[in-house]
C-alpha cells in the first residue's frame, strides 16, 4: 500500500530497499523519489514499483542502483563508484542524462531502446566497436534525439562527449566520424588504406 515516499535530507543513510510496492509512484502527488539529499547512500532498490524517476545525489558512493521499467527519467551524475545497475527495460525513457559514471551502466543498450526523440546527454562516454559502419549506425541512432544543456533546457541535437574506440578505419570513415559528433574521440589501432587496380583503360579490377 506505499504510494508516496520522502526522504529529505538524510546523510546517514546507506541503503533504501522498497522492493515489490506496486503502489510506489501511482499517487498524484509523488511520481518519483528525490533522493539527493541522501548524499551517502550506497545502494537503491526499486524493484518492481511504478516510480518514474529518481533524484539521485550530484556524485557519491552510490553502488547498486535497481529502478523499474516505469522510469521515464534516467539522471545519473558523476557516479563513479556504481557496480550495479538493473533496470528491466529502457522503453519508457524519455530522457536520458548520464555523466561521469562508471562503465557498467551500456548507453548504448539503453540508446538501443528509448524512443526516438528522446532528450539525451551523455558526458564522459566510453563505447567500443567493431567496425566504423557500427559507429555510424551508433551515430544514426543519436540523429533521431533531442539533446539537454547543463540546466537541462531543450536543445535540438543530442549532447554527447568521450571516446569511441574501433580497431581499424579508413581515412574517409575518419573524417566523417568525426564530422559528425565533434566532442567524441575517435581512438583506433591503425587507419587502413584502400589500393585500387585498374586496367590499361581506366576500368576497375579489384581492390585490397
Same mark, same amino acid.
Given at each position: 500500500?506505499?504510494?508516496?515516499?520522502?526522504?529529505?535530507?538524510?546523510?546517514?543513510?546507506?541503503?533504501?530497499?522498497?522492493?515489490?510496492?506496486?503502489?510506489?509512484?501511482?499517487?498524484?502527488?509523488?511520481?518519483?523519489?528525490?533522493?539527493?539529499?541522501?548524499?551517502?547512500?550506497?545502494?537503491?532498490?526499486?524493484?518492481?514499483?511504478?516510480?518514474?524517476?529518481?533524484?539521485?545525489?550530484?556524485?557519491?558512493? &552510490?553502488?547498486?542502483?535497481?529502478?523499474?521499467?516505469?522510469?521515464?527519467?534516467?539522471?545519473?551524475?558523476?557516479?563513479? /563508484?556504481?557496480?550495479?545497475?538493473?533496470?528491466?527495460?529502457?522503453?519508457?525513457?524519455?530522457?536520458?542524462?548520464?555523466?561521469?559514471?562508471?562503465?557498467?551502466?551500456?548507453?548504448?543498450?539503453?540508446?538501443?531502446?528509448?524512443?526516438?526523440?528522446?532528450?539525451?546527454?551523455? &558526458?564522459?562516454?566510453?563505447?567500443?566497436?567493431?567496425?566504423? @559502419?557500427?559507429?555510424?549506425?551508433?551515430?544514426?541512432?543519436?540523429?533521431?534525439?533531442?539533446?539537454?544543456?547543463?540546466?537541462?533546457?531543450?536543445?535540438?541535437? /543530442?549532447?554527447?562527449?568521450?571516446?569511441?574506440?574501433?580497431?581499424?578505419?579508413?581515412?574517409?570513415? &575518419?573524417?566523417?566520424?568525426?564530422?559528425?559528433?565533434?566532442?567524441?574521440?575517435?581512438?583506433?589501432? @591503425?587507419?587502413?588504406?584502400?589500393?585500387?587496380?585498374?586496367?590499361?583503360?581506366?576500368?576497375?579490377?579489384?581492390?585490397?
Amino acid at each position: 500500500n506505499l504510494v508516496e515516499l520522502y526522504l529529505g535530507n538524510n546523510t546517514l543513510l546507506q541503503t533504501i530497499d522498497v522492493r515489490n510496492c506496486p503502489a510506489l509512484g501511482t499517487g498524484e502527488k509523488q511520481k518519483a523519489v528525490n533522493l539527493s539529499g541522501c548524499t551517502n547512500i550506497e545502494n537503491v532498490y526499486f524493484d518492481n514499483t511504478s516510480i518514474q524517476g529518481c533524484t539521485l545525489p550530484n556524485g557519491g558512493i &552510490l553502488k547498486v542502483l535497481h529502478l523499474p521499467s516505469t522510469i521515464t527519467n534516467l539522471t545519473i551524475l558523476n557516479q563513479k /563508484a556504481l557496480t550495479e545497475f538493473v533496470v528491466p527495460s529502457y522503453a519508457n525513457i524519455t530522457t536520458l542524462r548520464i555523466e561521469n559514471v562508471s562503465d557498467v551502466v551500456d548507453a548504448g543498450a539503453i540508446l538501443s531502446q528509448i524512443k526516438d526523440g528522446s532528450r539525451v546527454r551523455l &558526458l564522459g562516454l566510453k563505447m567500443n566497436f567493431d567496425t566504423a @559502419a557500427e559507429v555510424e549506425a551508433f551515430y544514426d541512432r543519436l540523429d533521431k534525439m533531442k539533446g539537454l544543456d547543463e540546466n537541462n533546457n531543450n536543445m535540438d541535437k /543530442a549532447q554527447i562527449s568521450g571516446t569511441i574506440y574501433v580497431p581499424t578505419l579508413t581515412s574517409d570513415e &575518419l573524417a566523417s566520424l568525426q564530422s559528425r559528433y565533434t566532442h567524441l574521440t575517435i581512438l583506433y589501432d @591503425a587507419i587502413v588504406h584502400k589500393v585500387t587496380y585498374v586496367n590499361h583503360d581506366g576500368t576497375k579490377l579489384y581492390e585490397t
